[in-house]
């Protein structure tokens, strides 16, 4: 059976803590509420791109505890295919602690792996992964295992470096798109983190890799650079962020989905800020993860 998008990840459990403000470095802060949510970026953006299409499936390992089985349960009901999605028996499932500013949504993350880097190269040598018409992978399961997946890859190839580590040049040569954001664009890049022009961005991007890649820029929307085409910047829809976590999961989920489709890099990656945007009005990684007619009334209002 063919594959629209094929996700092989992460799937962690998510622990969320609301503040007034983000801790500092040796700082406390008192959290203003609690509560947990399925999450993981692997899972994350298989659940984004199964709200917008069928076919989407998910390759990856939890532990053999409640954790892990309501993850899987909550990707199955959400029209993901979780059959590749391996339970673990002496790892915990993977968790997440988040903090999360009240005003704003601004977020800081702190993963703990468990079971995700159990994950093996024999793990995606599997049909979903063989015969997707897009495979999208990040950084939260081992090299290995990422590389293992590309190579047995037929379709198009989207890679997340989340979380930033050095690439092997081989590796970028098999990625058709690379989508970072800017924090991770200037690791891979070797410069400091800060804030960018548009233009750093499309140059930093250019030394990194010859492919294409697309720089999600938060509130600023995304940078699409193709060679030596003129960079595109594509600004989102306004809408009133209530929690950013999960922006970006959400923009590789529909992004994967619209190259699915066969849009064309630009035309997709309007497609997935729309959505991200809209992603950020709901509270959690998934709290709303929008469906594609609304995020197609977003792009025309």
């Known amino acids: 059976m063919s594959r629209a998008v094929t996700v092989v990840g992460s799937l962690n459990l998510d622990l969320i803590v609301g503040v007034h403000r983000l801790p500092g470095r040796g700082e406390t802060v008192v959290g203003t509420r609690t509560g947990s949510s399925p999450g993981g970026k692997g899972a994350n953006q298989a659940a984004a791109a199964g709200a917008l299409r069928s076919g989407v499936a998910m390759v990856g390992r939890v532990g053999d505890d409640s954790a892990g089985h309501s993850l899987i349960a909550d990707l199955e009901a959400r029209g993901v295919d979780v059959s590749a999605v391996l339970p673990t028996s002496g790892v915990p499932t993977g968790t997440a602690t988040i903090a ?43 090299l290995e295992t990422v590389r293992a997946a590309v190579d047995a890859a037929s379709g198009i190839v989207v890679l997340n470096p989340a979380p930033p580590q050095a690439l092997p040049a081989d590796l970028l040569d098999r990625v058709d798109v690379l989508v970072p954001n800017e924090w991770e664009l200037s690791q891979l890049a070797g410069e400091p983190p800060r804030l960018y022009e548009p233009r750093e961005l499309a140059a930093m991007s250019r030394r990194v890799t010859l492919g294409d890649v697309v720089v999600t820029m938060g509130a600023r929307g995304a940078l699409v650079v193709q060679g030596t085409r003129e960079p595109v910047v594509i600004a989102p829809p306004v809408v009133t962020p209530v929690d950013t976590t999960g922006a970006g999961d959400c923009f590789c989920g529909a992004l994967s989905v619209a190259l699915a489709d066969g849009l064309g890099l630009a035309v997709a990656a309007r497609y997935a800020v729309a959505a991200a945007a809209l992603s950020t009005t709901g509270v959690g990684a998934r709290g709303l993860l929008p469906d594609d007619s609304t995020v197609r009334t977003a792009l025309t209002g």
């Open 100 to 142: 999360v500013e009240d005003s704003g949504g601004e977020n800081l993350i702190v993963v703990a792996p468990g079971a995700n880097h159990a994950l093996r190269p024999a793990d995606v040598d599997v049909p979903a992964v063989r015969v997707a018409k897009v495979l999208l992978l990040q950084l939260e399961v081992p």
